[in-house]
């Protein structure tokens, strides 16, 4: 049977809102099979817990947000593609701000902890969201034109188009292909760093944004270039930061999905639209395990080994 997992231990970071630049504490707990992943703000008279799932979703303007009972949890996009990543189900995610730490700005410091703290297969099957039948979501036209698509596939692959017509950006690698199967998530897409532009920061910055942003944690450029002394970790760290981030917003649906995802130009709120269109087509997919793991997906019974 191919098993839910869950930690072995718990495990913590202590880092810094992006946006609030306030410090957060985070405690990684491991969590009863069919738990799923359960945000809880325990830094509230009384601990609210905020369960992940398409709808929990309230914001997607610069990061994904998500709420309940009055309380919510900004920018959980990389620590839950961390999760999807590495395949981790069920986990309490307990944390003391309203904002998840920015770490490094890339997903490789939740990759740590998570493998630092292990990963245990449970005596659950895992449970995935097989598409049956494609699902589209589209916003603009011509050049600014945006969509995210989700077709059947056996495995799970996304690929990722962006265009931002800024010199630094287009003389990178623009599109970006990765599969579960053959590919590494660690290895070729959890260091890629967020980034923004100067001119943007300021802006943000006025707005009580950002505040938590800088060198140390995303790649900043001007008009024309990378700001950060060190360059990028990927020729096309962009293109795979919009991966990691797909990732992460479309494991807030509560399961891993068997699909090919493909999308141009998407970001946090569009990725979060293809989720509900997802939802509201129920003749679209349908929710599958397997008894067998020789049935699975070439590599997705040996997630811990391979990733
Ligand atoms: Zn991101």
Redesign the pocket.
């Known amino acids: 049977m191919l098993k839910q997992r869950t930690l072995k231990s718990l495990t913590r970071a202590v880092g810094v809102g992006l946006h609030s630049g306030q410090r957060v504490e985070l405690t990684l707990r491991p969590a009863q099979p069919d738990t799923g992943i359960v945000f809880r703000r325990v830094d509230l008279p009384e601990p609210v817990d905020i369960p992940i799932s398409a709808l929990a979703v309230t914001d997607t303007r610069l990061a994904s947000t998500i709420s309940a009972g009055g309380a919510k949890v900004h920018t959980v996009?990389?620590l839950m593609s961390a999760c999807a990543g590495l395949g981790v189900d069920n986990l309490y995610v307990d944390i003391t701000a309203e904002e998840v730490p920015i770490l490094d700005g890339s997903a490789a410091s939740f990759v740590f902890l998570l493998q630092s703290a292990g990963i245990e297969p449970q005596n659950a099957p895992r449970r995935f969201i097989r598409l049956t039948k494609p699902v589209e979501v589209r916003e603009g036209e011509g050049a600014s034109e945006k969509w995210a698509r989700l077709e059947p596939y056996h495995g799970y692959k996304l690929s990722f188009e962006i265009d931002f017509d800024h010199p630094a950006v287009d003389a990178t690698g623009q599109r970006v292909v990765f599969d579960m199967s053959t590919d590494s998530y660690s290895k070729d897409i959890a260091r890629a760093r967020?980034f923004g532009f100067t001119k943007d920061v300021e802006m943000m910055r006025a707005n009580g944004l950002a505040l938590g942003g800088g060198l140390d944690n995303a790649i900043v450029m001007d008009d024309y270039k990378v700001l950060n002394a060190e360059g990028l970790r990927y020729d096309d760290e962009f293109v795979k930061?919009k991966i990691?981030?797909a990732m992460g917003d479309l494991y807030l649906v509560g399961k891993p999905m068997l699909a090919s995802y493909s999308a141009r130009r998407s970001g946090h709120a569009l990725n979060n639209k293809l989720l509900r269109e997802l939802l509201s087509r129920t003749d679209a997919w349908e929710v599958v395990t397997f008894e067998d793991e020789k049935q699975a997906p070439r590599g997705f019974a040996q997630l811990a080994r391979a990733w």
């Open positions: 996009e990389h967020t930061h990691l981030d």
